[in-house]
Structure formats: C-alpha cells, structure tokens
T-cell receptor
Framework: KNEVEQSPQNLTAQEGEFITINCSYS?????LHWLQQHPGGGIVSLFM???GKKKHGRLIATINIQEKHSSLHITASHPRDSAVYIC??????????FGAGTILRVKS | EAQVTQNPRYLITVTGKKLTVTCSQN?????MSWYRQDPGLGLRQIYY???????DKGDVPEGYKVSRKEKRNFPLILESPSPNQTSLYFC??????????????????FGAGSRLTVL
C-alpha cells in the first residue's frame, strides 16, 4: 500500500518569501498530482508530473521518481496563495493516494 | 465550460433518511470517483468508476452506494445516513488512467464539494 507523506503540515510565510512543500511516497508511481484547496472552496488541480519539472506562473513543481519525492515551490508568495496544498500519488491504476495536505498561510 | 457539478452543495439531514448526492461531468471522462474529506484524515476514496456500469470500492465504501448508468453521471447514495457520515464530499472525473499518461495533460477535475451534516 502506498503511503504519501507531506511536510510541513502547517506553514506560515511572509509575503514575498519563497515557499517549498514536500511530498514523499513509499511505492513507485507513474505520476504525482499537486492540488490546491482554498478555505471553503473546491479543489483545483495544479500539476500532474511524471518526471522533471513543470512551471505555471509563480508555481514550480519537481519530481524525482527514483527518490520517490516531489516538491512544490511558490516564488514571491502572496496572501492569495494561502490554501491547503495536497499531493496525490497516481500509478495510472484505479486509485489516487492522497497526502494529508499542507496548510499554507501567507501574511502581508 | 468543462466542469464537474455536484448537488446539493449543503445538506443537513437526520439519521436514516436516504439521500443522494448527484455528480455530473461534461468532459466525456471515463473515470469518476467520490471522496470524503475529514479534518486530519485528508481525502479518502469512497467509490470509483472506470466506465459505464463499472464501479468498485475505494478505501471507505461502508454505508455508501453508487451507480454509473450514464457516462456523465455518478450519484452517491446514502441509504441510511449516520452521524459518522457527516463530512465534505467531492466528486472528481478524469480521463481513463492510462490516457492520463498519454495525454500528459492536467485532466483531474473536482466538483465544488458537498457539505453533508447528519444529525
């Protein structure tokens, strides 16, 4: 059974700071999803990664399949980035396995 | 607009009163899934469907039923709700898993969530 762990669980940053959220999984996978959930809101898919790096605006996601590790970086953080960030392991099978989420608060 | 639509968004009900949460997607996705989200436990899969008339249990299926009679719809049925089913529920859809790999696209789409309270 795949275990997905995220760190940190909670993160508070000042506006403008560079933020890193980590995700590790125990079993080999084919891809990893990064999701964003704003307070009281729905879940939005940010990235799906199977190798290397992807960038969208101020968000960068990297993955090392061999080391079973992925990171989500936010450059020049802003209060509107405050949300829960969730990673999910995908073996292109029937199920996704989710991490518990990282609660990010960016203060102005 | 490509979307997954869930209804109702909010519901308060009483123990034992059958209810259905509907989920509909307009992206012609084969794969659909239901999750519940509880504080400290994250997202847990209830049921999923790989295509019409094909459904299977996720990690926490007890007390729930689903059906997939049409590709676009995947309702979640609580035959006899209990207070431990109070939760935030999400429906999601995506391409068939192997096609996620081929497309390389970000194709996992969630509904807005349904907050259910069972008294």
């Amino acid at each position: 059974k795949n275990e997905v762990e995220q760190s940190p669980q909670n993160l508070t940053a000042q506006e403008g700071e560079f933020i890193t959220i980590n995700c590790s999984y125990s079993v080999g996978i084919s891809a990893l999803h990064w999701l964003q959930q704003h307070p009281g809101g729905g879940i939005v898919s940010l990235f799906m990664l199977s190798s290397g790096k992807k960038k969208h605006g101020r968000l960068i996601a990297t993955i090392n399949i061999q080391e079973k590790h992925s990171s989500l970086h936010i450059t020049a953080s802003h209060p509107r980035d405050s949300a829960v960030y969730i990673c999910a392991a995908d073996d292109y099978g029937n199920k996704l396995v989710f991490g518990a989420g990282t609660i990010l608060r960016v203060k102005s | 607009e490509a979307q997954v639509t869930q209804n109702p968004r909010y519901l308060i009900t009483v123990t034992g009163k059958k209810l259905t949460v509907t989920c509909s997607q307009n992206m012609n996705h084969e794969y659909m899934s239901w999750y519940r989200q509880d504080p400290g436990l994250g997202l847990r899969q209830i049921y999923y469907s790989m295509n019409v008339e094909v459904t299977d249990k996720g990690d926490v299926p007890e007390g729930y039923k689903v059906s997939r009679k049409e590709k676009r719809n995947f309702p979640l049925i609580l035959e006899s709700p209990s207070p431990n089913q109070t939760s935030l529920y999400f429906c999601a859809s995506s391409l068939y898993p192997r096609d996620r790999a081929i497309s390389g696209a970000n194709v996992l789409t969630f509904g807005a969530g349904s907050r259910l309270t069972v008294l």
